[in-house]
């Protein structure tokens, strides 16, 4: 594979301020969303970045569009650093990465039509003007699999699924190299997640996409993505690709995530061994010191509470934030 | 085999709006055994939450109405049952859990008062004693300091404790069936796991038999003896856990079942999808109702809609055609 690298994320760190007063607010406390992530997207990959909700998953995908300014740390896009850039420089950055939502119901205005929904982004960055526009419409509507003849529609005359793929067409009009999906399935019906990880497969075929791929779904991360990034309260705990992750996970809580993960054989079912977390996430206000996982650590040693892991390399492309590996 | 506990016998649902009527229900028949796990797997708007929430009559009527059907509970059809008489039964013999265990709990009330309250209410225990059993029932789902828990409020506990809680408050008074509406939906995969380990002990520590309602074929795999698959209304496979998942004969399942990515697949392989939108249920088809959908469709399934037909003693389907050979079926 080409391993250029399309977009180096460095020590990223998200910290929202929980502020009390009216007048005179005061910060009494941090909510250590994003607590310091670090890896690379290869131009033509899909990277999936997994995690139960909390983990602070999505706010890493919107920090890297610089939706939310990170606290620190670098996110460096086709060799440029997002974080130092605003206005117009950042504006023409985006038409590079776009984002797909979650929730095809609140991510589309419901009082514009399919046809202004798709052209908007064209219109913001001055792209394809007059006639061209129209027929750029209707070229995204073909490639998601629209009919072309419904651009005159609004949202609510569409079902879930070809909501998500108006929401992939606007993603797909200013043609991105990166496009950052936030659980692009999860709201979506089991028999219609197939059609639509289908067709973003496809067009990663036809048109060299990289995604980032945010999701809560282990097995559907795995099945779309060539590596796999395990993010748990704020931190990335195990990166590798998506064979090994589930051939040999070695971070205690990657291991607990895959055993979790029901398979839809019922032989396969009888005969796994499961490995049950004790309790609930921590709140990541206060996230323990160390290592972040060590509450809920079968494997929890006294270093654990004293020092924070490194996130190291174990063998070429594996990386690992666990004292014990 | 155990003795019949419920049998469900056509059971037809509608629901009235401004455009006509929603078949949502059309003619549910299935049985449940004492101490088996029944499976009801289905997507949005297939009908399986309806089903079991018209046989406990906890739709509003209107907008709903029952129009056909019997469901026999130990000789009491539970669609004539008195509203006195299904009120005794749902605080006892048949309890419900239900997906959202955020607005499930009433906020102003302690966890206690909740989940003791069918004893209060049913079985005429004092405070004192409900409240002591309470918090034995919450300790045996795993939450830890019972005992002071019990004057905590919804909110002080977290979306998988406020689960455990509900899985409390409907084993409580014992009951004969379980109803679980897809409990682990609104849960992360590990709390997800922590829930459907403890409904397992629970099953075999108490006995009961459960239904349980979800669109996740990976948790009911692990989970259930029993599968039925339901589309538009209508159960379209009926089958052992096992002869579903090694054997599927619908053209549905198959579907669904393709077009899930297997965690444990050693190489990428392209999803099956299921083409197409399930069908508006504003009419009763006259036709098969996944006919829009299916890649096996025949002449036949466009004029009648297939009953379920037996292909072993343990499993049935509503398809004309073996997808194994692409023909009908004799």
């Known amino acids: ?325 | 085999m155990t003795a019949l506990l419920l049998d469900v016998q056509d059971l037809e649902t509608r629901f009235k709006t401004r455009d006509g009527y929603i078949h949502a229900v059309n003619g549910v028949s299935f049985q449940l055994r004492e101490h088996e796990t029944l499976g009801i797997v289905g997507e949005s708007g297939c009908g399986k939450s309806v089903t079991m929430m018209s046989l406990l009559r906890l739709i509003p009527s209107p907008p709903s109405e029952v129009v056909n059907g019997r469901a026999f509970y130990r000789q009491i059809d539970l669609l004539k049952a008195s509203d006195d008489e299904i009120r005794r039964l749902r605080g006892s013999e048949l309890s419900m859990i239900f997906q959202d265990p955020m607005t499930s709990f009433n906020p102003v009330l302690t966890i206690g008062a909740q989940v003791a309250e069918p004893l209060t209410i049913h079985r005429g225990f004092s405070q004192e004693e409900a409240m002591e059993k309470a918090a034995e029932m919450l300790s045996l789902v795993g939450i830890p300091n019972a005992r002071e828990r019990l004057n905590n409020y919804p909110h002080q506990f977290s979306g998988g404790m406020r689960q455990r809680a509900m899985i409390a408050m409907a084993l409580i008074s014992s009951p004969k069936i379980l109803i679980a509406d897809e409990p682990t939906t609104a849960l992360d995969v590990t709390i997800q796991a922590q829930i459907v380990d403890l409904i397992r002990e629970l099953r075999n520590e108490l006995g009961m038999a459960i239904i349980w309602i979800t669109h996740d074929l990976g948790v009911i795999a692990g989970l259930a003896e029993r599968v039925m698959v339901m589309y538009a209304g209508y159960i379209v496979e009926e089958a052992t856990v096992d002869d579903l998942y090694d054997h599927p004969q619908h053209p549905y399942s198959i579907g669904l079942l393709g077009s899930l990515p297997r965690l444990d697949a050693s190489k990428r392989h392209r999803l099956i999808s299921i083409d197409g939108l399930p069908p508006i249920l504003t009419q009763k088809p006259a036709y098969c109702p996944f006919l829009d959908r299916c890649r096996y469709a025949i002449e036949r399934c466009r004029k009648a809609n297939p009953p379920l037909l037996e292909i072993s003693p343990t499993h049935r389907a509503a398809c004309w055609v073996n997808p194994k050979t692409g023909k009908e079926r004799l």
């Not at chain 1, 206005?87 to 205005?109: A, H, K, T, V, W």
């Not at chain 1, 079902?159 to 067409?169: C, E, F, L, T, V």
């Not at chain 1, 398979?263 to 061994?273: M, N």
């Open chain 1, 1 to 325: 594979m080409n391993q250029r690298t399309l977009l180096q994320v460095e020590n990223l760190v998200v910290h929202f301020p929980i502020q009390k007063g009216f007048l005179f607010q005061k910060t009494v406390a941090v909510v250590h969303a994003v607590d310091g992530v670090t890896f690379q997207i290869h131009q033509g990959e899909t990277l999936g970045l997994v995690g139960e909700s909390g983990c602070g998953k999505s706010t890493t995908g919107r920090a890297i569009i610089q939706l939310q300014r990170p606290t620190s740390g670098k996110v460096v896009f086709e060799g440029h650093d997002l974080t130092v850039m605003d206005g117009e420089d950042l504006r023409r950055m985006r038409r590079r990465m776009q984002m797909i939502f979650q929730d095809p119901y609140s991510s589309l205005n419901p009082r514009m039509t399919v046809h202004q929904l798709v052209s908007e982004p064209m219109a913001i960055h001055h792209l394809y003007p007059g006639k061209a526009r129209t027929e750029r419409v209707a070229e995204l509507l073909n490639m998601v699999g629209l009919n072309p003849a419904f651009a005159n529609r609004y949202p609510h005359e569409f079902s879930g699924g070809q909501r998500q793929r108006i929401g992939i067409a606007r993603a797909l009009a200013l043609e991105p190299s990166l496009v950052i999906c936030d659980e692009p399935i999860s709201a979506l019906d089991v028999s219609i997640q197939a059609q639509v990880v289908n067709l973003l497969e496809d067009l990663q075929e036809s048109l060299g996409l990289t995604y980032l791929m945010i999701a809560h779904d282990l097995s559907m991360v795995r099945h779309i993505s060539d590596r796999v990034a395990v993010m748990y309260l704020g931190i990335i705990v195990e990166l590798t690709d998506s064979a090994t992750l589930y051939r040999k996970p070695l971070h205690p809580y990657t291991q607990a995530l895959l055993s979790a993960v029901p398979i839809p054989d019922p032989k396969a079912e009888r005969k796994r061994q499961r490995i049950i977390l004790q309790g609930d996430v921590p709140s990541p206000i206060h996230p323990p010191s160390g290592c972040h996982f060590r509450t809920r650590c079968p494997l929890a040693a006294a270093i654990c509470t004293e020092l924070e892991p490194e996130f190291r390399e174990v063998s070429p492309g594996h990386w690992v934030a666990c004292h014990m590996v």
